[in-house]
């Protein structure tokens, strides 16, 4: 039996930017943070002679090509595994849809399980690139890179997306009072929406291919308070990082007229009424989980469980995909 896990992630700055429609031309740079909320893959030999693929479907098939799933069958198919007899198996903390990078943290642990399962090494970089080669240029979903790279480096991580595609990875240089108090601070809250983000994504995505200067100009200025929120954050200077995500926040509601709804909009204004110092929407917007930083974290809690908000608590990860068992 193999049992790997992947992170799930928030994100800290500059989230947008790392859609080859906008970094191949104008580059692109975030900060992401591991959490400790995992998607798991279980993978395990039968005695059966089938491909068994368990998620929220069970698959029952001869042979790789027939798998429905498309992540599964183009992972299968790119490490090349020609058994079949063998089981593959998913399930997660936290579900898909909510904003958490889930499916870059799928496809970084499924293809780590395989790995494993194959007895071949591979390094953070290049388990994000195969990934990202999966989801981005086999399957042409209209995703970014941010979730596959922090899913298979794990910590507080900063990314340069360049042009020719190569990605810069750097851990936040970041203190560890000023870490500490940055998790203790950081409260996570489930709205009760689920979505899919690829109808946002590839709104702002087509806007981009065509040049459309409203959205280039957003995700300039995303991208620029992308590295005043690196600077403050490594200043230790967490009110400024605070103040940087309502920017960040109020900039990301103008790129998609999905991006927010009433009710988020009013929660949001709930929470900074009630002791909430900076906030966002994770992910690519309309619905999920809102973050927000605040100092009086009871006085918070207090007011949006009251009109039926979820918190999720989290710790940091700094291990990344990996090997739980093999």
Known sequence: ???????????????????????RKHSG????????????ITVHQTF??????????????????????????????????????????????????????????????????????RRSLIHPGDLAEQACHIELDILNEPVGKQDQ??????????????????????????????????????????????????????????RSKSRDQTMIDNLHFIKESGWQSKEALEAGDLHKFADLMN??????????????????????DLAMKNGAMGGKLIGAGGGGFMLFYTEDKTRLRHALSQVGLKEVRFRFDFEGTKTVIS
Do not use: C
């Open 1 to 23: 039996m193999i049992i790997v896990r992947s992170p799930l992630r928030i994100s800290l700055g500059g989230g947008g930017t790392d859609l080859p429609s906008y970094y």
């Open 29 to 40: 740079f975030l900060i992401a943070a591991a959490i400790d909320k995992y998607v798991y």
């Open 48 to 117: 059966m002679d089938e491909i068994i693929i368990k998620y929220s479907k069970l698959e029952r098939v001869p042979t790789v090509e027939e798998i429905q799933h498309p992540i599964f069958r183009e992972a299968i198919k790119l490490l090349k595994i020609k058994e079949s007899n063998i089981e593959i198996a998913s399930m997660a903390d936290i579900p898909a849809g909510t904003g958490l990078g889930s499916s870059g943290s799928f496809t970084t642990a499924l293809l780590m399980a395989l790995h494993t399962y």
């Open 149 to 206: 790279y922090i899913a298979a480096y794990g910590g507080l991580t900063t990314f340069q997306f360049m042009p020719n595609d190569h990605v810069d990875v750097s851990p936040l240089k970041i203190d560890s009072e000023t870490l500490h108090n940055l998790e203790d601070n950081l409260v996570l809250f489930f709205t009760g929406y689920s979505r899919s983000a690829s109808s946002i994504l590839k709104d702002q995505d087509d």
């Open 247 to 268: 920017v960040h926040w109020e900039r990301k509601r103008q790129r998609s007229a999905g991006m927010s709804n009433s009710d988020v909009d009013a929660w949001y």
